[in-house]
């Protein structure tokens, strides 16, 4: 079959701004004719290489219009998820006893089906969480990145089996790192395809076998995933899938036949994670990434009009629904006047609207829940006397009226303390304040709980390197014009959180990643 996208070039979170006509005019073409083809379908559970009908079938609808059923998944029930976990556990042995060369052979194999399929996978991103063309792209180009990297860590690492020194006495040495045994893999709404697969993959390369829970409207995505684990040539019961709710997230959790849990999501629900995880007779892993209250500081010696760049198309892409958003930002009083002039001309001309039509920048929140938290956020900084310099309002119009749009937000001088600074809200808000001290602007943002990623736009390398040594994040940037806070790629940046946004101390993306799904293990030998 002939690639649609064959000699056009990849999308990356970085080069948006490139010539994407040609990409483009694929979606025009094709769009249309994958939604009429794959909405509206009824999609079962997967469990031990079987369809798993048990729990209740609901429908789903596209934050795009909810007019647009995409199709219906079932809540897992609780029985459901016993036999999840139990194909798992029986699919264990086998999958840990596999030579890890095999294990990397297969997982490459789902890369190749991804990137096979990379169109259709990108067309059910976009009517799914309602991303622009490029974000959707962006994140299956990713997925298969992640996979490739991760491979290649493993395949450096020798499967992370090597002989120690000898001891006293001749005895020898021998370490290596093994599976848990069974992971649940908790996937959010933003990125069903690159989270769900990179914490997936993590996983299944360490030798563990898997349940996924993905987000209750992933309709188009979950099934897929499924089919690409299945091509990859994975023994039954290995990789599992089973949908539904929060309660179905929690269930699957909580069950005494998970070794550990893999999540990405709020930091509410990733501490209630980690307790729960150590109140048995021992402690389980959490691998766990919990959102960011991610700041930028534009210096009196940035280049203006790439923070204005940065820090917009950071804090509104995907509708500020990254938890490497930027929601915050400090800028020099000096340069205060001129940056507010480039920053709410760059947010006036971002389109709003329907993300299956080409010049949209952003689509729609995910539902009324998030339009509500914005609404009310706004509501309460105008309260408490902070200016709104752009948006702060819904857009209803009759093309837009079945979906949740909400206009790009800039609110100026809000208290240090009030939400709209410290409340990770997930929408399109950004909060300005002026500094003249970079370092006392530093110290405010390191207030947080949260530390997940950070930016700074300076031509002077002194302050640049203050914000390095200072900020407490994980995932730095420095003069981005392509996101002052977002934009990590597998193998070039790490994503880490430090504090609230973490569990580990160790990100995705990264050399450390697959490690932490596997415990070490020292046998000695006598002489």
């Known amino acids: 079959m002939t690639d649609p996208l064959a000699g056009l070039p990849r999308v990356t979170y970085a080069n948006a701004a490139s010539d994407f006509s040609a990409l483009h005019a694929v979606f025009d073409r094709e769009l249309p004719a994958f939604a009429a083809r794959e909405t509206g379908r009824d999609a079962a559970n997967h469990v031990g290489g079987d369809a798993d009908p048990g729990g209740e079938r609901y429908a789903v609808a596209s934050p795009i219009d909810a007019r647009l059923t995409l199709g219906t998944l079932v809540a897992a029930d609780a029985a459901a998820v016993d036999r999840a976990v139990a194909a798992a556990r029986a699919a264990a042995p086998v999958w840990r006893a596999t030579p890890w060369q095999d294990r990397v052979a297969a997982l490459r194999r789902a890369a190749a089906s991804i990137r096979r399929d990379r169109l259709a996978l990108a067309m059910a991103s976009l009517l799914e969480v309602g991303k622009s063309r490029l974000e959707a792209m962006g994140e299956v180009e990713e997925s298969i990145d992640l996979i490739e990297y991760y491979c290649d860590q493993v395949e450096a690492a020798q499967g992370w089996d090597r002989d120690l020194a000898a001891g006293p006495g001749g005895e020898r040495g021998h370490d290596r790192l093994r599976p848990y045994g069974t992971f649940a893999v908790i996937a959010p709404f933003n990125y069903p395809i690159a989270l769900a697969v990179g914490m997936t993959t993590g996983a299944l390369l360490g030798g563990n076998s898997v349940v996924l829970k993905p987000a209750p409207g992933a309709a188009l995505s979950a099934p897929a995933l499924a089919r690409v684990f299945e091509e990859a040539g994975l023994p039954a ?113 971002l389109v709003v609207g329907d993300p299956r039509a080409a010049g949209t920048f952003t689509g729609p929140v995910i539902g009324e829940a998030s339009a509500r938290r914005f609404e009310a956020a706004v509501r309460a900084a105008r309260d408490a006397g902070a200016a709104v310099l752009a948006g702060g309002m819904r857009l209803g119009d009759d093309a837009r009226a079945h979906g949740a749009y909400l206009s790009p937000t ?25 500094f003249d001290s970079l ?50 790629w597998p193998g070039f940046q790490t994503f880490c959180g430090w504090k609230g946004s973490g569990a580990t101390g160790k990100g995705g993306l990264g050399p450390f990643y697959v490690q932490q799904f596997m415990r070490e293990q020292c046998r000695t030998s006598a002489a």
Request: net charge negative; proline share 2%; charged share 20%.
């Open 237 to 349: 019961g290995v990789f599992n899938l089973v949908c539904g709710d929060r309660d179905t997230g929690a269930r699957l959790a909580a069950h005494e036949g998970i070794d550990g849990v893999a999540f990405t999501g709020s930091h509410e629900v990733g501490m209630q994670l980690m307790r729960a995880a150590v109140a048995g007779r021992f402690a389980k892993p959490v691998l766990a990434e919990l959102g960011g209250k991610n700041a930028a500081f534009v210096t009196a010696s940035a280049d203006l009009d790439a923070a204005a760049s940065g820090v917009a198309r950071s804090a509104f892409g995907l509708s500020g629904q990254k938890c490497s958003s930027c929601s915050k930002v400090y800028v020099h009083r000096d340069v205060r006047d001129a940056f507010v002039e480039r920053m709410l001309g760059l947010a006036s001309r």
């Open 410 to 434: 800039v609110v100026a001088d809000a208290a240090p303390e009030h939400e709209v600074n410290r409340r990770e809200l997930f929408v399109p808000l950004l909060s300005m304040q002026s």
């Open 439 to 488: 370092a006392a602007a530093i110290d405010d943002a390191n207030r947080s709980a949260l530390g997940l990623s950070a930016g700074v736009y300076a031509r002077d390398a002194a302050e640049v390197a203050l914000f390095d040594d200072r900020i407490e994040a994980g995932v730095l940037y420095a003069n981005r014009p392509s996101g002052a806070t977002t934009g990590a």
